[in-house]
C-alpha cells in the first residue's frame, strides 16, 4: 500500500480531467463534480486517518514487542535472540510485519487489535476501490455529448429525488397515522384538521402525479424534439453533404467543360494552323480533314454529355432547395410547438410554484426545496434547449448562407458554362462550313490517290514508250546525221577544192621587211615601196621616176605582225588535217625576212612553231571523233645534198627512193621521224634542228642563207566513228637566197653553192610551171627540192609563196626580180582558172592546168653543169625580156630541164 501523497496525486485525477471538459457543460458538471469531490475528499480524509492510526498501533506494537523480547531476553539469556531473529523480517520499505509465528509471543487484545485494523484497512481499500471504479465510470461518460450528460445526470437526480421524496412522503405518512393512532378520536378538531390536510395532501399528491405526468410528457417531447433535432441535423448534413457533392459535380463538370473547351480552341487553332497551311501545301489537306471531323465529333458528344450533366445537377438543386423548405417548415412548426410547450410549462410552473409556496410556507420545506430543485433542473433543461435552439438557428443561417453562397456560385460558374457552350457552338458553326470545304477536298485528294497508281503506271508506260521512241528517232537521227555529215565533208571537199580551184591552188604572198634600225640611221633608208590604201594586194613601187604595180593575192606591210601574217595562212596549215598536202615557200634575196617570217624569233615565233601548236589545238578539239599522230621531221639541202636536221648524225647525206610497196610514193630512206604529242615537244624538236644545223656548219648565218631548210610534218588521222583514214604533208620551206651572187664573179665553194641554189629554185619554177599548165611530165627529179616535195606539190595539193622584200633602195633590183616572178606566177594561175571556167564547168577533185607559159624564177645566172648549161643560160638571160618571149623560153627550160634530168 502507498503512502498519503501518492493518494491524494491520484485521488486529484479526475478533478484535473473535468477542469478540461468543454465550456458549454463546464456549468452542468460543475455541480455533480463538487458532490464527488466533496466525496472523494471525505474517503481520503478517512484513509489518512486510518492509515494515522494504523501507524500508531504499528509503533506502539512494535515497542510492545520490543518490551516482551527485552523481557524474553532478561528469562531465557541470549538464545532466544536467535529465534526472535528466525521469526521477524522486515518489509523492502521498512514496515515490519508479524509472522504468524509470533502471536505466540504476544497478547490476545493485540491480536484483536490487529485484525480489526486490518479488517479496516480492507474495508478502505474496497472504498478505495470502488472510488476509483466510480472515478474510471465518470471519466468514461465524458466522451457522450454534453448535452446527453447533462440529461443523464438530470434524469439521476431526479430519479434521486423523486426517491427522497418518497421516502420523505412515506415518512410523513408514517407520521401522520402515527399522529391518527394517538389521536384516534374522530371528532376531534385535529383530527378533522389531519383529515383536511390529508386530503389537501392527496390533491396535492395528485397535482404532482400530474405535473410529474406532465413533466414526463414534456421530457418525451423534448426526447422527440431532440430526436427531431437530430434528424433535422442529419437531413441538415445530409443536405450539406449533397450540396458539397452537387458543388463538386459542378466544379467536375467546370473543369470537364473548361478542359473541352480547351482541347476545341486548340483544335480550332490547329484547324486555323492547318487551314493555312493547306492553303499553301495543299496535297495535305486530307489529313486535317480527318482530324478535324473526329475531333468534332468528340466535341459534340462532350457538349451533349455536359448539357444532360448540367439538366442532371440543376434537377438535383431544385429537389435540394424543395426538401430544403420543407424542413424550414417542419422547423419551424417545432419551434411553435415548443414555445407552446414552454409558455405551457412556465404557467404550470407558476401555478407549482404557487401552490409549493403555500405548501412549504404551512408544511413541508422539504418538499419544496425538491420541487425548487426541480424547478432549478428546469430552469437549466430551457437554458439548455435555448442554447440547443441558438445553435440550430446558427446552423441555420449557417445553412441559408452556404446554400444561398452555392446557388449564387452555381448560377454564376452556370452562365460562364453556357456562354462558353455558346462559344464553342459559334466556333463549330463557322468551322463546319470549312470543314465541309476539307472534306470535299479531302475526297477529291483520296481519289486522286487511289488514281494515282493507276496515272503513275500509265505515265510510266507513256514515258518508256516515248524513250524508247526517242532513241530511235535519235538514233536514226544520227544515222542521218552521220550519213549527212560524210556528204558535207564530200561536199567541204569539193567546195575546197573549188575554193581552191578559183582562187589557185598556188598562191603568192608579199611581205616586206621593216626598215632596220641601222638601216634607218644610213642613208639609204629612204624606201620605194608603197601601199594601197584601199587594196591590200597591191604594191606600189618607184624605180628610177617609174612607179611599178604589182599584184598579188596579199601584200603585207613592214609593220605587219607574225600573227597577221599567220592569220593568213591557217586556213591552209588546217586544211593538211583534212589530209592535203600543203607547202608554203619563204622566197627571197638574203636579208628580206624569210627565216624571220617561217622561224621567227624566240619571243616571237614564226610560221613553223604557230602552224604546229595550230595543228595541236586541231587536233585536240578534233580528239573525241578522231585519233592524230603528228610527225616531225626537219631537213636541210645544201648544194643539193639532203641532210637530216633531227638525225644522231646530220652530216650523213640522204637519198630519196621510190616506196617499194608499189605505190607510187617517194620516201627517204632513214629520215627520222619524231612524234610530236605537246608543244613542249616542237620546242625540242626545233633546238635539236638548230643544233645540228649549227654542228654542220662553219657560219650558221652563211650557211642558212645559202641552204634550204624543210620542216615537214605529217598529220595521220583516223576517224573512230567513221573509220576514215587522213594523210596530210605541211612542208614550210625556208628558201635559200635568191640574190643574183654569181653577178660577182664568185669561184669555188661559193660558185657551187650559187650553182645548187639557181639549179634548184628553176627546178622549183619549172615544177610550178609545169603544174600549172597542166604539162603531163612535171620535172620534179630536176632538183632535190623539187624532188622531196614532189608529193607535196602534185594533185591536189596546196601551194604558198611567200616573197619576201627588202624595202631598201639598194635591194631595189632584186626586189623587182622578186616582185615580177610572183606576179607572174599569180597571173598564170589567174589566166588558167579563169580560162579554164569557160571551158570546162565541170568540178574536179584534183586542180586542172591549162597550158600556159610561166616565166622562170629571176634565178642567179650561175654556170649551171654541162649537160644543161644551155637552158640554164637561157633561163637566166629570161629575167629581163618580154612576157611572150619568156613564156617560150619558159617551155623551152621545161624541155631542157626535163632532159638534164633525165639526163641526170
Ligand atoms: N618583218 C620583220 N620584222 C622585223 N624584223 C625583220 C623582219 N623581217 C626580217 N627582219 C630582220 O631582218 C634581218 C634579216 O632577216 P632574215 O635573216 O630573216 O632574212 P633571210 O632572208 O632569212 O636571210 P638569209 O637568206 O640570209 O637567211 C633579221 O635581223 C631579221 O630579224
Not at 424550414?328 to 417545432?334: D, M, R
Not at 622561224?599 to 573525241?624: C, H, M, W, Y
Not at 605537246?678 to 645559202?706: M, W, Y
Not at 639557181?758 to 627529179?781: E, T
Request: glycine letters at 4%; one cysteine or more; a negative charge.
Amino acid at each position: 500500500m502507498s503512502d498519503g501523497e501518492d493518494d491524494g496525486s491520484f485521488l486529484s485525477l479526475p478533478s484535473t480531467a473535468f477542469s478540461q471538459r468543454p465550456s458549454l457543460t463546464a456549468e452542468l458538471s460543475e455541480t455533480s463534480t463538487t458532490s464527488q469531490q466533496l466525496i472523494i475528499q471525505t474517503l481520503q480524509d478517512k484513509v489518512c486517518e486510518f492509515q494515522a492510526r494504523l501507524h500508531s498501533e504499528e509503533v506502539a506494537r512494535h515497542l510492545l514487542v520490543q518490551q516482551l523480547q527485552q523481557s524474553v531476553k532478561e528469562k531465557t539469556g541470549g538464545g532466544a535472540e536467535t529465534l526472535q531473529e528466525e521469526q521477524t523480517s522486515e518489509t523492502p520499505k521498512g514496515v515490519r510485519v508479524v509472522q504468524p509465528g509470533a502471536d505466540r509471543l504476544s497478547c490476545p487484545e493485540e491480536e484483536q487489535l490487529v485484525t480489526r485494523l486490518r479488517t479496516q484497512v480492507e474495508e478502505l481499500e474496497e472504498k478505495l476501490l470502488d472510488q476509483t471504479q466510480e472515478v474510471e465510470r465518470l471519466r468514461s461518460e465524458l466522451g457522450a455529448t454534453d448535452l446527453e450528460k447533462q440529461l443523464e445526470l438530470l434524469v439521476v437526480e431526479n430519479e434521486r429525488l423523486k426517491q427522497e421524496l418518497k421516502s420523505c412522503r412515506s415518512s410523513k405518512l408514517q407520521k401522520l397515522d402515527a399522529a391518527a393512532e394517538t389521536c384516534s378520536c374522530s371528532h376531534c378538531p385535529h383530527s378533522q384538521d389531519a383529515e383536511a390536510l390529508r386530503r389537501e395532501v392527496s390533491r396535492w399528491e395528485t397535482q404532482a402525479r400530474q405535473r410529474e405526468r406532465r413533466l414526463a410528457e414534456l421530457e418525451r417531447e423534448l426526447l422527440e424534439k431532440s430526436s427531431r433535432t437530430e434528424a433535422l441535423q442529419r437531413q441538415l448534413d445530409d443536405s450539406t453533404r449533397q450540396l458539397d457533392d452537387s458543388r463538386r459535380q459542378l466544379e467536375e463538370s467546370r473543369r470537364r467543360q473548361g478542359e473541352a473547351e480547351q482541347k476545341l480552341t486548340l483544335r480550332l487553332q490547329e484547324c486555323e494552323e492547318e487551314l493555312a497551311r493547306q492553303a499553301a501545301t495543299p496535297p495535305r489537306v486530307k489529313y486535317v480533314t480527318q482530324t478535324v471531323e473526329v475531333e468534332s465529333a468528340d466535341s459534340q458528344k462532350a457538349v451533349a454529355e455536359m448539357q444532360v450533366k448540367n439538366n442532371a445537377l440543376q434537377e438535383q438543386l431544385s429537389a435540394q432547395r424543395q426538401l430544403l423548405r420543407e424542413l424550414e417548415t417542419q422547423l419551424h412548426e417545432s419551434q411553435r410547438t415548443c414555445a407552446q410547450l414552454r409558455t405551457q410549462l412556465l404557467a404550470d410552473r407558476g401555478r407549482l410554484c404557487g401552490l409549493l409556496s403555500k405548501a412549504v410556507g404551512r408544511r413541508n420545506s422539504e418538499v419544496v426545496r425538491r420541487l425548487s430543485k426541480i424547478l432549478v433542473y428546469e430552469g437549466e433543461m430551457e437554458r439548455a434547449q435555448g442554447q440547443l435552439e441558438a445553435e440550430m438557428q446558427n446552423l441555420e443561417e449557417e445553412k441559408n448562407r452556404v446554400i444561398e453562397e452555392a446557388f449564387i456560385r452555381a448560377e454564376s460558374e452556370m452562365k460562364a458554362v453556357h456562354e462558353n457552350l455558346a462559344g464553342v457552338r459559334m466556333n463549330l458553326l463557322s468551322l463546319q462550313p470549312a470543314l465541309r470545304t476539307l472534306t470535299s477536298d479531302y475526297n477529291c485528294l483520296k481519289r486522286q490517290v487511289q488514281d494515282f497508281p493507276f496515272m503513275l503506271d500509265k505515265a510510266i508506260t507513256e514515258a518508256k514508250q516515248e524513250i524508247c521512241q526517242v532513241i530511235s528517232e535519235v538514233s536514226s537521227t544520227n544515222q542521218e546525221l552521220l550519213r549527212k555529215y560524210k556528204r558535207e565533208m564530200n561536199l567541204r571537199k569539193k567546195c575546197h577544192n573549188e575554193l581552191v580551184r578559183l582562187k589557185g591552188n598556188i598562191r603568192v604572198f608579199c611581205r616586206v621587211r621593216p626598215v632596220s634600225q641601222e638601216e634607218q640611221d644610213s642613208a639609204d633608208a629612204k624606201t620605194m615601196l608603197s601601199f594601197d590604201s584601199d587594196d591590200d594586194a597591191i604594191l606600189y613601187l618607184s624605180n628610177k621616176g617609174k612607179v611599178m604595180t604589182f599584184e598579188l593575192d596579199k601584200v603585207f606591210p613592214p609593220h605587219a605582225t607574225q600573227e597577221e601574217v599567220f592569220q593568213e595562212v591557217q586556213a591552209l596549215i588546217t586544211s593538211c588535217i583534212d589530209g592535203y598536202n600543203v607547202c608554203i615557200f619563204a622566197y627571197g634575196q638574203t636579208g628580206s625576212g624569210k627565216t624571220y617570217t617561217m622561224e621567227g624569233v624566240a619571243d616571237n615565233p614564226g610560221i613553223n612553231q604557230r602552224a604546229l601548236r595550230l595543228l595541236f589545238s586541231e587536233v585536240t578539239e578534233k580528239a573525241p571523233d578522231w585519233d592524230y599522230k603528228i610527225t616531225v621531221s626537219m631537213v636541210e639541202i645544201y648544194n643539193e645534198t639532203l641532210r637530216d636536221l633531227l638525225g644522231e648524225n646530220p652530216s650523213d647525206k640522204l637519198d630519196i627512193k621510190m616506196n617499194p610497196d608499189g605505190s607510187g610514193q617517194l620516201y627517204v630512206p632513214g629520215l627520222t621521224e619524231i612524234t610530236v604529242q605537246s608543244p613542249e615537244d616542237i620546242n625540242k624538236v626545233f633546238e635539236l634542228g638548230h643544233v645540228n644545223r649549227a654542228t654542220a656548219c662553219t657560219n650558221l648565218n652563211e650557211h642558212s642563207s645559202r641552204s634550204h631548210a624543210l620542216l615537214i610534218i605529217t598529220v595521220s588521222g583516223f576517224n573512230t566513228a567513221t573509220g576514215n583514214r587522213t594523210q596530210g604533208k605541211l612542208n614550210l620551206v625556208d628558201l635559200a637566197g635568191s640574190e643574183r651572187i654569181g653577178k660577182s664573179g664568185a669561184e669555188g665553194s661559193r660558185l657551187r653553192e650559187a650553182q645548187c641554189i639557181n639549179k634548184s629554185l628553176s627546178a622549183l619554177g619549172d615544177v610550178i610551171n609545169a603544174l600549172r599548165s597542166k604539162h603531163s611530165h612535171v620535172p620534179f627529179r630536176n632538183s632535190r627540192l623539187t624532188y622531196l616535195l614532189q608529193d607535196s606539190l602534185s594533185g591536189d595539193s596546196k601551194t604558198l609563196m611567200m616573197v619576201q622584200v627588202s624595202p631598201l633602195p639598194s635591194n631595189m633590183s632584186e626586189s623587182v626580180c622578186s616582185l615580177k616572178f610572183a606576179q607572174r606566177v599569180r597571173s598564170v594561175e589567174l589566166s588558167s582558172s579563169s580560162s579554164r571556167k569557160h571551158e570546162n564547168s565541170s568540178t574536179s577533185s584534183s586542180p586542172t592546168h591549162d597550158s600556159v607559159e610561166l616565166d622562170s624564177p629571176p634565178v642567179t645566172p650561175v654556170p649551171l653543169p654541162i649537160s644543161r648549161a644551155s637552158s640554164a643560160g637561157s633561163t637566166l638571160s629570161s629575167a629581163s625580156r618580154t612576157p611572150s618571149s619568156s613564156r617560150r623560153r619558159s617551155q623551152s627550160q621545161l624541155s631542157t630541164g626535163t632532159r638534164c634530168s633525165e639526163v641526170t
